[in-house]
């Protein structure tokens, strides 16, 4: 379902430049495409699942893909718009499935690793380092 205008950030640079930029790992042109798609990708998934607690998650979600999408020649020949939506239904479909059928869904540890590399692809949050203990023989 197509989202109101309203929920759209203006900018000066289209949401195809942003995808662009995107695809050569802008983390800035990140930013600024998520900042302005972000309510519009929320609304859409929100009015979906009627649940703004599982629109958070899956919002998150969409960016994520959107960020590892981007580099993948096909995402520059698509209208920016319509991509994010489109890939926003999806994830909206596969969460509505998750819940109404027999499929097990991922849970929170999915939800949270989803924000975390949402944080890390904003450029907002370092990325985890992985924790390991070295272990040395005393003698």
């Known amino acids: 379902m197509p989202v109101p ?22 983390q800035a042109a ?19 699942l009627g649940s703004p ?4 998650a899956v919002t998150r979600a969409v960016f994520v893909e959107v960020w590892r999408l981007a580099p993948m020649p096909a ?9 994010v939506t489109a890939i926003a239904a999806r994830r909206a479909a596969d969460r509505l ?7 097990p869904t991922l ?8 924000g975390r590399e949402l944080a890390v692809a904003l450029g907002t949050e370092p990325p985890a380092q992985p924790r390991t203990s070295f272990h040395t023989p005393t003698e």
């Open 53 to 56: 607690a599982l629109a958070v």
């Open 30 to 48: 990140f930013r600024r495409f998520h900042r302005r798609l972000v309510r519009a990708v929320f609304a859409q998934v929100c009015e979906s």
């Open 75 to 83: 995402s520059r020949q698509l209208d920016g718009t319509a991509w």
């Open 107 to 114: 849970g929170t540890a999915y939800d949270d690793l989803l």
């Open 5 to 26: 205008r309203i929920y759209v950030v203006p900018d000066t640079e289209s949401v195809n430049d942003l995808v662009k930029r995107i695809a050569d790992r802008d």
């Open 97 to 103: 499935r998750g819940i109404n059928g027999p499929t």
